[in-house]
């Protein structure tokens, strides 16, 4: 089972790309160089994969949890996880294609990606401060190493 310290290590450096990338794509010159994209595409992979921990390891032993708390938290988390994937799919529907970015509007590129980075930085306090404590309560130490 994935560890609190894991989840945590993903969210950090999942918001702390997010930062750098958010910094790097203001300037259009830079904005779809190799170097962005990689750090582009290496983000989008981390919120991915993360998002699939948790569905994987998490939800179904808080979904069938006899505290309804616990499973009402389980089921918001779930919901905003699916708005976030989609959000996210149609983004990268718009923006990217094999793992290049396609620009043609910088300013409307920027926007949305700063949209999207605020979903997910927001997700990340969400979880930090509401999931994660109800996910303690039911895994306890299962999740500390």
Known sequence: MVSFKELNEQNHKISERSKIILYMIQDRTICDTDVTCDLFFDLMDRVKKHMDVEERELYKGMLTHSDHTVKQTAENFLSGAAEIKRVYKQYMKRWCHN??????NHDQFVEETA???????????????????????????????
């Open 99 to 104: 793992k290049n970015l396609r620009i043609k």
């Open 115 to 145: 949209a999207l980075f605020d979903m997910i930085e927001m997700r990340i306090i969400n979880e930090t401060e509401k999931f994660y404590p109800v996910v303690r309560s039911v895994y306890g130490e299962q999740m500390a190493a």
